[in-house]
């Protein structure tokens, strides 16, 4: 079953105009006749297909437009060109560590965090001990959340976002949170909840991880894909070789 | 429809988000949700020293007087003060979490009903010291209450999404409120205007709603018909301007935060 289609998406920033300079900066640049609104394409002609329980892994250089990409998938923005279909519940774990509350306590914000991730609050309340468990952060339940470290912050958001049950799932640099031993935990997770037929999306900076785990790769350079396909373990082979600097795009 | 739809699906992260906003809100006050009652009093207090000596004379009830134009007015002024911060403030959120934005205002707008409320019961309380008599006739206080409360998240949803993209119009409120509470006839009465001045002040909505609070409580009549027409007329124009801006720009938002 197709659970995701991705066609000719195309994302466009738009940089310079009127309300973003403001006024002063407007009239100056109208008088010396240099005012202009620079386009910015974030990703040009993307597409892409996902059958259940599928993985995708999306690698990239920094600016490749992964994370615009995915914000686009997961219907935060609309994309200025080609369309998207999803089918089903998606939940997408973007920048984890930005959106919580620094001034309420820990507990407070793992609600909140809940609650934005579409849990409810039943099932909050019985889960709760099992994602403070989780993240390893027991006795720091009530102090501010500004007082964790980021790492902590970083365990907390992947806690309570590994419960989810969705059936498309994206996971956007995720599996690189916390030390080292909560790594290990962290993929473990991820693991399961992959064998338990939900299709993914998977941005990493690891390429090991992507050959090891997924079953497709997308690859995008400056918001262009450069390629897509089944093939993994050659797509991976040809980033790696355009990453030693063996391979001009 | 699909905006009760929406609230019922988000109802937790709505109540989480209430919650947010208040335990924010007295953070690190050593009186808490006392001020809640206490700033309008103290207000109260100031206009009433103030300007007594001026307006006090001639009008029957003064006290109350001033109370129904504070009561409203500052309802009227952190309700839209608040709202209009309120996306900008999440963008941290909205960006990150696919979820409705007009939850974060709705949320701002219950959390300065609630405090409205508290200030409502101080003003009854009041009321009673000030020997107005109570009528039936208060149950109509629920309509302006209720227009009120509509007319500020319109104008939240407009000054939210304004302030997106021009920034500049935190400032331009400010201004503007304090024009509007110098023409809202809070503290003095418009009696000794011109009867044509006098139909002027009916084009300010907030002055109609201190208008129909101070008929019920001080006069104790209901205003006409045409009254309530021309207030249910100025909330639909606002709610329904403000719908239709977050409706065009719900998805161009995030590219100014």
Known sequence: MRVLEVKNVSIRYITGDFKDIGLKEYLLRRIRHDYHVTEFWADQDISFTLEQGEMLGIIGSNGAGKSTLLKAVSGIMVPTKGWIHREGSIAALLELASGFDGDLTVKENTYLRGAMLGYTRKFMDDTYDQIIDFAELREFEDRPFKQLSSGMRSRLAFSVACLVNPDILILDEVLSVGDGAFRKKSEAKMREIIRGGATTILVSHSLPQVREMCSKVLWLHKGRQIEYGENVQEICDRYQQFLDGKLKL | ?257
């Open chain 2, 1 to 257: 429809m699909r905006i009760i739809e929406n609230i019922q699906r988000h109802q937790f992260l709505f109540e989480e988000l209430v919650k947010r906003d208040f335990k924010k809100k007295y953070k690190r006050t050593v009186l808490g949700m006392a001020w809640s009652v206490l700033s309008p009093l103290l207000t109260l207090l100031v206009m009433r020293l103030v300007f007594t000596q001026f307006f006090g004379r001639g009008t029957p009830h003064y006290t109350t007087y001033l109370f129904c134009g504070n009561l409203v007015f500052a309802f009227f002024n952190e309700s839209t003060v608040q709202g209009m911060s309120s996306l900008m403030g999440n963008a941290g959120i909205f960006t990150k979490v696919n979820v409705p934005k007009y939850l974060f205002l709705l949320s701002k707008n219950v959390q300065c009903l609630i405090n409205f409320g508290l200030t409502l019961c101080v003003f009854v309380l009041f009321c009673i010291l000030d020997g107005i008599t109570f009528t039936w006739r208060w149950v109509f206080l629920l309509y302006p209450i209720c227009l009120l409360v509509c007319f500020n998240i319109g104008l939240g949803l407009i000054l939210s999404a304004l302030f997106v993209f021009f920034r500049d119009i935190q400032y331009l409120w400010g201004i503007f409120t304090q024009l509007l509470m110098y023409m809202s006839a809070i503290f003095y009465t418009i009696d000794s205007y011109s009867p044509l001045v006098q139909h002027v002040f009916l084009l300010n909505p907030v002055y109609l709603f201190i208008r129909y609070f101070r008929k019920i409580v001080i006069e104790a009549t209901i205003p006409t018909v045409w009254f309530h027409l021309l207030m249910a007329f100025d909330v639909l124009l606002v709610v329904g301007l403000g719908c239709r801006m977050y409706k065009k720009y719900n998805h161009r938002f995030l590219y100014y935060v």
